[in-house]
Nanobody, 127 residues
Framework: QLQLVESGGGLVQPGGSLRLSCAAP????????IGWFRQAPGKEREGVSC??????????AYAHSVKGRFTISRDNAKNTVYLQINSLKPEDTAVYYC??????????????????WGQGTQVTVSS
């Protein structure tokens, strides 16, 4: 059974940066669509970004709130999907999750369904 593992979270000052990682030990993620989500205290879980790949190219999309600050990428050699998060604001504070969809397609910056979830990694932006 595929298990996703997130890492890279931590405490950072406003304006700082982190690189979050999503991996699935023992599995290849090449044909999965991968989404990043976050859930702030007292708020619902929201989609942040999505990446999918095909023979014709790579699809990437971002939520409006993070566009221009966050970057999603995939390293097939390391079988890992990253989320680089820059220019961080206190409102970015949340638990960040990755999800995988076997269908291999994003719907905008969302996944149409999530077959597998990770446990999340905490990002705290505070002075």
């Amino acid at each position: 059974q595929l298990q996703l593992v997130e890492s890279g979270g931590g405490l950072v000052q406003p304006g700082g940066s982190l690189r979050l990682s999503c991996a699935a030990p023992g599995f290849t993620l090449d044909h999965y669509a991968i989404g990043w989500f976050r859930q702030a205290p007292g708020k619902e879980r929201e989609g942040v970004s999505c990446i999918s790949s095909s023979e014709t190219g790579t699809y990437i999309a971002y939520a409006h709130s993070v566009k221009g600050r966050f970057t999603i990428s995939r390293d097939n050699a390391k079988n890992t999907v990253y989320l680089q998060i820059n220019s961080l604001k206190p409102e970015d504070t949340a638990v960040y999750y990755c999800g995988a969809d076997e269908s291999g397609y994003c719907s905008g910056y969302e996944l149409p369904e999530v077959d597998y979830w990770g446990q999340g990694t905490q990002v705290t932006v505070s002075s």
